[in-house]
């Protein structure tokens, strides 16, 4: 009860949610349950691969989805080209469904542009995994130096969420935590 009034708080209150875990650990579950806390009168966009979160309680939603290429191999739409796109789209919130690459540039450019209560999910062990991961990601788009990816990662992810199956086959989240900044070069969480 406590764990779900917090993570009301939090999105009601703009924060950057990034939530991580394994293959089945309900990411996406608890991606579409912390969503329903966000203001109805907000403006926001869903990005997904395939569509999965069901978002009946936003009001003004604007749902966008990739595409593969025809047969031709044209027509290729991304999950980089529609979250650039999504910010001339005036949105309140930015929701991308899951990053599994170069996309979390675009990602984390949206969180660090104004876009506060932004929300995404990925594949991870742990936050300090997931945040690993998400360095690596940023890597595949632009070689930049660690330390300017891992600014941006603090900058734009304000709370990480981590959840796991559990062997009874629960899920369960096992770990939040803020994101406070970097400190002696690594993250401050």
């Given at each position: 009860?406590?764990?779900?009034?917090?993570?009301?708080?939090?999105?009601?209150?703009?924060?950057?949610?990034?939530?991580?875990?394994?293959?089945?650990?309900?990411?996406?579950?608890?991606?579409?349950?912390?969503?329903?806390?966000?203001?109805?009168?907000?403006?926001?966009?869903?990005?997904?691969?395939?569509?999965?979160?069901?978002?009946?309680?936003?009001?003004?939603?604007?749902?966008?989805?990739?595409?593969?290429?025809?047969?031709?191999?044209?027509?290729?739409?991304?999950?980089?080209?529609?979250?650039?796109?999504?910010?001339?789209?005036?949105?309140?919130?930015?929701?991308?469904?899951?990053?599994?690459?170069?996309?979390?540039?675009?990602?984390?450019?949206?969180?660090?542009?104004?876009?506060?209560?932004?929300?995404?999910?990925?594949?991870?062990?742990?936050?300090?995994?997931?945040?690993?991961?998400?360095?690596?990601?940023?890597?595949?788009?632009?070689?930049?130096?660690?330390?300017?990816?891992?600014?941006?990662?603090?900058?734009?992810?304000?709370?990480?969420?981590?959840?796991?199956?559990?062997?009874?086959?629960?899920?369960?989240?096992?770990?939040?935590?803020?994101?406070?900044?970097?400190?002696?070069?690594d993250f401050s969480i």
């Amino acid at each position: 009860k406590r764990t779900s009034e917090f993570l009301k708080i939090l999105t009601e209150s703009g924060y950057n949610i990034f939530v991580s875990g394994g293959t089945s650990s309900g990411k996406t579950t608890l991606l579409n349950a912390i969503s329903e806390c966000i203001p109805s009168q907000e403006r926001v966009i869903v990005i997904e691969d395939s569509l999965e979160l069901k978002l009946a309680k936003i009001e003004n939603i604007v749902r966008l989805e990739c595409r593969n290429a025809n047969s031709g191999g044209l027509g290729r739409i991304t999950m980089s080209d529609l979250i650039r796109s999504s910010l001339r789209m005036r949105p309140n919130r930015i929701i991308v469904g899951e990053v599994r690459g170069p996309e979390v540039l675009d990602m984390l450019n949206a969180m660090n542009t104004g876009h506060s209560g932004s929300m995404s999910t990925g594949h991870g062990n742990s936050v300090k995994g997931m945040l690993r991961r998400l360095e690596s990601m940023y890597m595949m788009a632009v070689p930049l130096d660690i330390m300017a990816i891992r600014s941006q990662i603090a900058e734009g992810i304000d709370i990480m969420i981590h959840l796991e199956k559990l062997e009874n086959g629960q899920r369960k989240i096992v770990d939040i935590s803020e994101i406070a900044g970097l400190y002696n070069g690594d993250f401050s969480i």
